[in-house]
C-alpha cells in the first residue's frame, strides 16, 4: 500500500466502524438530533471507535520500538513474555485490592511487564544470541513459564475462569466510562515519535548508538517503559490482541525502511487501520452477534505474518 492512501483507507474505516452495529444510527436521525441516535453516538460508538484507535497505534508502536531495542523483527509482546507479566499484573491487583479500579491495575501490569522486559533483554544480551529466529522461541519459553505462573495463581485463588474472559481482546464493553485508560497510549506515541531517531540508532547495536551519542542504556530502559504502559493499558481496557505489533512494523519496514522518524505516522496508521478492520469483520461475521478482536486478529494476523515470511523466502 502506498504511503499516501494509509490516511485515506484509516479515514474510511473510521466512518464505517461508526455505522456498524445493532442499534441502527441514520444521519437523518442525526440531523434531527434524535436522543436515542446521540446517545449512541455518544455514549458507544465514539468510545469504541477510539479504544480501536489508541490500541492499534499503541500496539504497532510498541511493537516496533521492541523490535529495535532488541534487534529482531519477530518480536512483540507477544512474544517476549510482556502480555504474560501484565496479566499477572493484573492478577495480583485483583485478589490483593479486588475494588481496586483500572489505573491501580494497570500500575500493577506496567510494573510487572517492565520488570519481566527488563529480564527478557538482560537474557538474551547475555546468551548473545546471533540466530534470528531463536530469539522469539526463547521469548515464548519465558512467556510460557510467566503464563504457568499466572494461571496456578489465578487457578489457587479460584480466578481462572474470570481470568481467561477478560484476557481475551473484546471491544463490545467499551462505552462511555469504561475504557478511559486507554488513552495513556497517546502519551506513549507522542513520546515515541519525539525519541524516533534515538529509536532508530539502537537498532544498529549499543556500540554504534554510544559511538553516536545516545545513552544506550536510558534508551533501552526509556523504550521498555513506553512498551509496558502500552501493554498495560490495552489488557486491562481491553484484553489481549495479537499481531499487531508484530505485522504492521514489518510490512512498513519493506516498503519504507527502517527510520522511525519517517515511518513511525504509518505504523501507527497500520497498526489503526488492521484493528479497524479486524474489528469490524468480527461485527459483520455472525451479525448481530459479534466474535471478539482476539480471534479476528489471530486469523487475520497469522495469516499476514504467514505472507510475509513466504514473500522474504522468495
Not at 76 to 105: F, H, M, Q, W, Y
Not at 116 to 123: D, E, H, K, R, T
Not at 214 to 231: D, E, I
Amino acid at each position: 500500500m502506498k504511503q499516501a492512501t494509509i490516511p485515506v483507507a484509516f479515514t474510511a474505516l473510521c466512518l464505517v466502524s461508526l455505522t456498524v452495529g445493532v442499534n441502527r444510527m441514520s444521519l437523518m436521525a442525526l440531523a434531527s438530533f434524535s436522543d436515542e441516535a446521540w446517545l449512541t453516538l455518544t455514549a458507544s460508538r465514539l468510545p469504541r471507535l477510539a479504544a480501536l484507535v489508541l490500541t492499534g497505534v499503541g500496539l504497532a508502536t510498541c511493537g516496533v520500538i521492541l523490535q529495535h531495542v532488541v534487534r529482531n523483527r519477530f518480536v512483540e509482546p507477544a512474544t517476549t513474555g510482556g502480555l504474560e507479566a501484565a496479566k499477572l499484573g493484573i492478577l495480583v491487583a485483583l485478589s490483593v485490592a479486588p475494588a481496586s479500579g483500572a489505573l491501580v491495575r494497570a500500575s500493577l501490569a506496567l510494573g510487572f511487564c517492565f520488570a519481566a522486559s527488563l529480564i527478557y533483554v538482560g537474557l538474551i544480551g547475555r546468551l548473545q544470541v546471533k540466530n534470528t529466529v531463536l530469539v522469539p522461541v526463547i521469548g515464548l519459553m519465558y512467556g510460557s513459564v510467566l503464563g504457568a505462573i499466572a494461571e496456578f495463581y489465578a487457578y489457587s485463588r479460584n480466578m481462572l475462569q474470570s481470568m481467561q474472559g477478560w484476557l481475551l481482546g473484546d471491544f463490545s464493553k467499551i462505552v462511555e466510562g469504561n475504557y478511559e485508560i486507554v488513552w495513556l497510549v497517546l502519551p506513549v506515541v507522542c513520546a515515541a515519535y519525539a525519541f524516533a531517531h534515538r529509536f532508530t540508532l539502537l537498532g544498529m547495536g549499543s556500540d554504534m548508538a554510544t559511538s553516536l551519542g545516545v545513552s544506550y542504556r536510558a534508551m533501552v530502559a526509556l523504550g521498555l517503559l513506553l512498551v509496558s504502559t502500552t501493554v498495560a493499558a490495552t489488557v486491562v481496557a481491553v484484553g489481549a490482541v495479537p499481531f499487531v505489533g508484530l505485522v504492521v512494523p514489518n510490512v512498513v519496514a519493506l516498503k519504507q525502511g527502517d527510520n522511525l522518524a519517517r515511518t513511525l505516522p504509518s505504523v501507527a496508521l497500520g497498526g489503526a487501520s488492521l484493528v479497524l478492520v479486524c474489528d469490524i469483520l468480527g461485527r459483520l461475521l455472525i451479525y448481530p452477534f459479534e466474535v471478539p478482536i482476539g480471534l479476528t486478529m489471530g486469523g487475520v494476523g497469522g495469516l499476514l505474518f504467514l505472507l510475509l515470511i513466504v514473500r522474504q523466502r522468495r
